[in-house]
């Protein structure tokens, strides 16, 4: 009985509820057969409605993470619309050190570097490769005609 009569009964802030609504509510809660949302606390006599969690409780749920989506290199590549070559540095080239700048990025829905950060390469070539790759542009990615953020890592010689 208090079962489907609770079910018909919605409780929010800003709503008046009934005496006799209250008492089933508190029954049903006491004898273990209606469920009582977190945000609602009930008493032996009383009622309490917690405002910031009802109305965190009343908000629709947020859109489901996208999942993490990472591109080759190869397939990165063809999506680059400007790239700037790195700068070889002053100091680099006086100690004649070479070599190759691994560089993941977060490329954003419109096409923009939103994330670079070096993964290995040598210790004074690493900010050259920063300061270039971060100025490329890409046509943004598309997955079922929809434009995604997505992944990849780039291998950056230096000097190229």
Known sequence: MYRSCMQNIPIR????????????LIAASQQGMAAVPAHISVG???ILISASSASQAQQPAAAPKQKKITLSQGVATRLITKMVKPK???EAKHAHV???VR??????TEGR????EVVDGPELLRDAALDAVRQWTFRP????????????TFSV???N
């Open 13 to 24: 802030i800003g709503f008046s509820v009934t005496i006799c609504a209250c008492f089933l």
């Open 141 to 152: 990615y598309e997955l079922n005609g929809q434009a995604v953020a997505v992944e990849t």
């Open 113 to 116: 570097i939103s994330n670079a």
């Open 44 to 46: 032996t006599s009383t």
């Open 98 to 100: 070479k070599g190759i």
């Open 103 to 108: 560089v993941s990025i977060r490329i954003d």
């Open 88 to 90: 070889y540095p002053t």
């Open 157 to 159: 010689p230096i000097p």
